[in-house]
T-cell receptor, first 110, second 112 residues
Framework: RKEVEQDPGPFNVPEGATVAFNCTYSNSASQSFFWYRQDCRKEPKLLMSVYSSGNEDGRFTAQLNRASQYISLLIRDSKLSDSATYLCVVNIGGNTPLVFGKGTRLSVIA | SQTIHQWPATLVQPVGSPLSLECTVEGTSNPNLYWYRQAAGRGLQLLFYSVGIGQISSEVPQNLSASRPQDRQFILSSKKLLLSDSGFYLC???????????FGPGTRLLVL
């Protein structure tokens, strides 16, 4: 089983739609979780950290379910500018580097 | 504030030629440093990471090597490039292994 798994997509949604991505992780000892965004031909950038109680940043909401070992990202009222690849990132503990999922591609269509 | 620099932005090299990509970080001390490669349309592949000067961990055995001659300098090298070395090379830093990684702008390498 891969350490971090994501649906590669693409997710094609109209402007204004709500879209959700899930990501599963295999190591139950994982301590910290993040969502990154990567635009085409650019470097990944931190979108938001994921906290145990869930957290929201504007139109974006991140949730963590430790029992089922998955994290989610919800985007409300999608904008054209949300089109990007969203990477799920997990820290599996100790001094091991963060593990990046392969990403989920989102295309928001006018 | 911290910044991370990579150069060059784009590089076209013939097969069999050497490679040297440089990454430097400003505004922090003793960062963890990382080299990733991303093939077109694919995910990030961790190549090397370093927790201190002279300390390099290799994740994928191949014809690439990394060095950290100074605290905030990380260099990726190859003696002879292969076609399969083409890709987007990203350097990143973090304060510790568990914390957020911040990426440089990347170097797009095309081996012909």
């Amino acid at each position: 089983r891969k350490e971090v798994e994501q649906d590669p997509g693409p997710f094609n949604v109209p402007e204004g739609a709500t879209v959700a991505f899930n990501c599963t992780y295999s190591n139950s000892a994982s301590q910290s979780f993040f969502w990154y965004r990567q635009d085409c031909r650019k470097e990944p950038k931190l979108l938001m950290s994921v906290y145990s109680s869930g957290n929201e940043d504007g139109r974006f909401t991140a949730q963590l379910n430790r029992a089922s070992q998955y994290i989610s990202l919800l985007i409300r009222d999608s904008k054209l500018s949300d089109s990007a690849t969203y990477l799920c990132v997990v820290n599996i503990g100790g001094n091991t580097p963060l593990v990046f999922g392969k990403g989920t591609r989102l295309s928001v269509i006018a | 504030s911290q910044t991370i620099h990579q150069w060059p932005a784009t590089l076209v090299q013939p097969v069999g030629s050497p490679l040297s990509l440089e990454c430097t970080v400003e505004g922090t001390s003793n960062p963890n440093l990382y080299w990733y490669r991303q093939a077109a349309g694919r995910g990030l592949q961790l190549l090397f990471y370093s927790v201190g000067i002279g300390q390099i961990s290799s994740e994928v055995p191949q014809n690439l090597s990394a060095s950290r001659p100074q605290d905030r300098q990380f260099i990726l090298s190859s003696k002879k490039l292969l076609l399969s070395d083409s890709g987007f090379y990203l350097c990143a830093w973090s304060a510790t292994a568990q914390e957020t990684q911040y990426f440089g702008p990347g170097t797009r390498l095309l081996v012909l």
